[in-house]
């Protein structure tokens, strides 16, 4: 599967910003979709994921409600929608997609193998 996240940008403190995250090739359902973010200097960090089949949410500790993701198999996307963003946001985002990946490693970025290229986000104080 090849994706493609889109939806970055400039965005004040307090504001908001929806992430699309754009998937080709078959079998999307099977695939367990997930972000992950990485700031300047910091280690890559997960964000949330979404599981392939029943589409059990995940999220990370620090989202604390603001975040929502959500997928439509359908059109092969899968959405992250920030809310409340703060500067502590600023980084990198990227969606990545794993198959049939076991509950316990969906925030394990080594068990991802397909990545997007990146959108950058920005929250600015």
């Known amino acids: 599967v090849q994706l493609q996240a889109s939806g970055g940008g400039l965005v004040q403190t307090g504001g908001s910003r929806r992430l699309s995250c754009s998937a080709s090739?078959?079998?999307?359902?099977?695939?367990?979709v997930a972000w992950f973010r990485q700031a300047p200097g910091k280690a890559r960090e997960f964000v949330s994921a979404v599981k392939y089949g029943v589409g059990t949410l995940y999220y990370g500790d620090f989202v604390k409600g603001r975040f929502t993701i959500s997928r439509d198999n359908d059109k092969k996307m899968v959405y992250l929608q920030m809310n409340a963003l703060e500067p502590e946001d600023t980084a990198v985002y990227y969606c990545?997609?794993?198959?049939?990946?076991?509950?316990?490693?969906?925030?394990?970025?080594?068990?991802?193998?397909?990545w997007g290229q990146g959108t950058q986000v920005t929250v600015s104080s």
């Open positions: 090739g078959r079998f999307f359902i099977n695939y367990t």
């Open positions: 990545a997609a794993a198959s049939f990946l076991h509950d316990d490693y969906y925030c394990a970025d080594q068990y991802y193998n397909f």
